[in-house]
């Protein structure tokens, strides 16, 4: 009887490593903040990336240094869209609905951690990329002209939680009967200015 060789171990590559292990750990870190929440344990996202809990706390001290490194990278992904001249509100949402699971454990990091410079220029950023596509729509007569940005980041905030809750085969359709609510009160008001929802 042959005795089975032992699996080869990886080798130690050192500082070389660094880079890659940074990424890996946002990878599991988007991963594990998605399903668990941003309160998931830090050992489950040294585990999921194949690294020592030393070399996650070398490239990230704390737990808000690494969702922030996580939130960072979905909030470009938003500005991306927000920078196009021919973006629309509803595909911010469209983009915002598909990163729900971990928007939800960025709200919940915002409420725990506002007072953090590090998080209030990430909210800075939100901010901004709701504000450019509401003068947008505001000037396109999408939405009326007494709907503010904190009234979207509102909405936002409500939709996301709502989808992050709901059963993967329901959250397309919830998302959508959800929205249809904000479109009905962001309408504009004015008798011959509404304009039907883009789709």
């Known amino acids: ?15 070389s490593a660094g880079p890659e292990n940074r990424r890996a750990l946002i990878v599991a870190a988007r991963e594990v903040f998605g399903d668990g929440g941003y309160a998931a344990p830090l050992s ?10 030393g070399s996650l706390y070398r490239h990230f001290p704390d737990r808000l240094s690494l969702a ?37 454990a960025m709200i919940d990091m915002i409420t725990a ?18 504000d450019a596509i509401v003068q947008r729509e505001r000037a396109a ?10 009234d979207v980041l509102l909405a936002i905030s409500m939709l996301a939680g709502v989808v992050a809750r709901t059963p993967a085969d329901r959250r397309g359709s919830v998302a959508r009967r959800a ?8 309408a504009p008001s004015e008798r011959g200015t509404r304009v039907p929802p883009t789709q």
């Open 1 to 15: 009887m042959t005795t089975p060789k032992p699996e080869p171990r990886k080798a130690n590559r050192g500082p």
């Open 44 to 53: 489950s996202v040294a585990k999921l990336a194949g690294v020592g809990q």
């Open 68 to 104: 922030v490194a996580v939130f960072d990278e979905n909030i470009g992904e938003l500005e991306a869209i927000s920078n196009r001249a021919d973006s629309t509100l509803d595909e911010l949402l469209d983009a915002i609905i598909a990163q729900a699971l971990v928007s939800t």
């Open 113 to 130: 951690d506002l007072d953090d410079p590090r998080v209030q220029h990430l909210q800075t950023r939100i901010e901004d990329v709701v």
């Open 141 to 150: 007569h999408r939405i009326g002209d007494s709907v503010e940005t904190a």
């Open 179 to 186: 929205w249809s609510l904000f479109h009905a009160a962001f």
